[in-house]
């Protein structure tokens, strides 16, 4: 069904025509810049460096830039973060004919750009560089001049006014408002920080972690979804992963972004709400335990008012230190990585999701149907924009007429049918000779087209904020195949970028969807009285839609003295979210708690006959 005939507007993006994107430097300016060598007996120590004043290098670089199990790999792009500043190394293990070194250097060459540039500083745009020298240097260890012209060209100047990206300052993606009349919340949709497209000229690092887009889907499949839910919630999320860590690092920042609340709706929130967008802190490891157990009091006292306004929020993280994913009480989510021989398996190797206490978290039912639905529409948007193979995408769509997972794998990642599901379902069939199950495909359908429409209309346009330096990075994609073979990239058409525009897109469609719903169902209720105590009355007399999940606390029930709201089933399905899953309702109603400061009292479905309820 087409958008228009929906009422759906018409997605545009603006850039203003103020904006010299020409003055914006190549590369961000650096704060520090090292060299880490191994020693065989002193281990990694550094061999040269050069920083600003009063940042602080030793005894943490050599930690946070070489994780554990890197001198299994012979190279890899670490990112982390360090007293705001983003660090990226490129890490070389190269075989030497040295019997000092045991045949092999293992040397990483490393940068810390100021966070102010963004959520990682557009550390990335240092990428090639550091790994041409890394090279270099494992060649040649006592040629420390290029590490010199290198400084000297690209340190930060103390003169140079820093107006990097806030954290709420960043590109949107927008639909003009509809002329007909809608009912609720008429909001834009925003994409982020991860989806400008700038004019020709301007393209994306070959490094840039919005590569992974695509592959963080094949990875996870319906498990993104209880991904991002957690993430929406700010919840602490570890990626046990085992070296290299680059993929690991970059599906960090795709989560973090995919997570984002979309600046629109921002209005519509509790002043009290959680921060608009989740903490990465990229690759951490044992050496950060008391850094997370710091961060795990502030979370805990949270009528503190700390330093760091982002102090005990929540982040994602990866970590190649098991002993990190045994203690379940620094984290919330643990998403254990399968290890790296599993991509040649014949079955696919999915991520294992769990919360403390070993308890498994799956993706729902909805999840499942939600999935297949968004691999088959960036199908077809990748199809009609007629993609070259030799971009960085290498993933292929798979076929549409097969299931997405067989029987084995759904029994894996996805939890199984409700009792009260099966029996709804075998009834309404019954009942309706099946018009009501097709009734209702069809509206979950077009709800999961919404999503993605408008993505391909020549009409995109993209509004980027005054703070431009986060959108030259991000703006149009260039192939890795240009850097990779060392001959200059060249700028591809912004066609390129839309494949990755589309995705972050539509999760931030999701959340739009999702927190526009319960704020008409917070704003529907009446001020001073409890939707929840009436419709507790009505369901003990009448026996109407059974309670989803755990009811909360009585002495939870007045979060902020307006009582209580009822969020029933169709709110539900509104949301996207599955109306027979517990983990959804309970979602739901630390949702409502966390941006509303409501409790909210989650019904699931069911069906009467004669006013009786048979399930």
Partial sequence: ????????????????????????????????????????KAGYTISWKASKPGVELEGVVEYKSLPSGLHTVSEDLIYFVHDGFAGLSAFINAPVQDTEVRNARMLAVGVLVPLSYGRLGRAWKH???????????????????????????????????????????????????????????????????????????????????????????????????????????????????????????????????????????????????????????????????????????????????????????????????????????????LVTMPPSYAANAKRHAWPKLEGPQGVPIRATQRDLRRFRSLKAGLARFQASLGTSPVTPRTTTPPDNNEPFLDEAEEKEVVEPLSWTALAYNGFMWWASAGEQARSEQAEESAHDADLLADLNSPSVRMEVPRSADLSTSIASLTPRRSSMAGVPSAPLDPEEARLELAIIAYFHRLTTQLLTTLADVVESSSPGTSDVEDEEEESDSDGRDALLGDPPADEEADLDGRGGVRVGSEALARMGLDVWSASDARFVAAVAAAYFGRRAYVEGKGVEVCGVKVC
């Fill in 127 to 333: 990428a090639e560089g550091l790994k041409a020298m890394a090279s270099a240097l494992a060649e040649n260890s006592k040629d420390m001049s290029m590490l010199e012209e290198y400084w000297i060209k690209n340190q930060a100047r103390d003169e140079a006014k820093d107006e990097g990206e806030s954290a709420i300052d960043t590109p949107s993606v927008h639909l003009q408002t509809p002329t007909i009349p809608t009912r609720g919340h008429v909001r834009n949709r925003s994409a982020s920080d991860g989806t400008a497209l700038l004019p020709p000229g301007h393209r994306l690092s070959p490094f840039h972690p919005a590569w992974s887009l695509t592959k963080l889907l094949d990875t996870f499949g319906p498990l993104i979804f209880p991904i991002q839910r957690a993430a929406l919630l700010r919840k602490r999320i570890l990626i046990s992963c085992h070296a290299p860590v680059q993929e690991a690092c970059n599906f960090v920042y795709d989560i973090s972004i995919l997570s984002n609340i979309p600046q629109p709706i921002f209005d519509l929130l509790s002043p009290s709400s959680p921060p608009h967008r989740l903490r990465p802190l990229f690759s951490i490891g044992v050496h950060d335990i008391p850094f997370l157990v710091e961060d795990s009091k502030t979370r805990r006292n949270s009528g503190e008012q700390p330093g760091n306004e982002e102090a005990g929020t929540g982040w994602i993280a990866c970590t190649t230190d098991s002993i990190l994913a045994k203690k379940d009480t620094l984290w919330d989510m």
């Fill in 1 to 40: 069904m087409a958008a228009s005939r929906r009422g759906q507007p018409e997605l545009q993006v603006r850039l203003p025509s103020n904006l010299n994107l020409s003055t914006l430097p190549d590369l961000p300016p650096i704060s520090a810049l090292f060299l880490i060598n191994f020693d065989v």
